[in-house]
């Protein structure tokens, strides 16, 4: 049971967040060249679409875009699945020698960011992997950090982060909830 607490963004917060992160991106890399975008399925691979469209409108650059699905390389999953296959990850260009935006909604404890540069690395040794989240809050269990973040909020492990996209919720928009029984 969730019981709502805060609305953390609307669609224009969100697409400002967006904006800063695909400048900062561009600044941080001195443009845009070398650089592709895989966004981890499910929310992260829209919002890498938004900033994909956002550089585009920047800098004119079209970047390869691709999603990766993390199922198989979670750490959770039962150790005796020796060589996972790549399911839902979608990456149709190569990532050797690229610099690679990994983007996602919400970073939490770094392991859906751990398993997905795992996933990176069955494709190929990139030249750098960064990371882009619209949401930082906090609990790392693992050394990750992101490079570029929409925002930080501080919480709770009792509180959930939800990202509403109009892909899949019919909403542009980040709550907050408490969770319990």
Request: glycine share 8%.
């Amino acid at each position: 049971m969730y019981t709502y607490k805060a609305a953390i963004m609307d669609e224009a917060a969100i697409e400002r967040a967006l904006t800063r992160i695909a400048h900062q991106i561009l600044e941080r890399n001195k443009g845009a060249d070398g650089l592709c975008l895989i966004g981890i399925s499910r929310r992260g691979f829209p919002l890498a679409e938004r900033i994909r469209t956002k550089i585009e409108m920047i800098e004119g650059a079209v970047l390869p875009l691709g999603v990766m699905d993390i199922t198989n390389y979670r750490d959770d999953l039962a150790p005796d699945r020796e060589n996972p296959l790549v399911t839902g990850t979608d990456v149709s260009f190569d990532v050797k020698d690229r610099k690679v935006i990994l983007v996602d909604d919400v970073l939490y404890t770094g392991r859906t960011i751990r398993a997905a540069i795992e996933g990176i690395f069955v494709l190929g040794r990139p030249a750098e992997i960064q990371l882009a989240v619209l949401i930082d809050r906090g609990h790392r269990e693992l050394p990750i950090r992101a490079d570029y973040v929409g925002k930080n909020i501080p919480t709770s492990r009792s509180e959930l982060v939800a990202v509403n996209l109009p892909e899949f919720d019919r909403r542009y928009s980040v709550e907050l909830y408490e969770t319990g029984a």
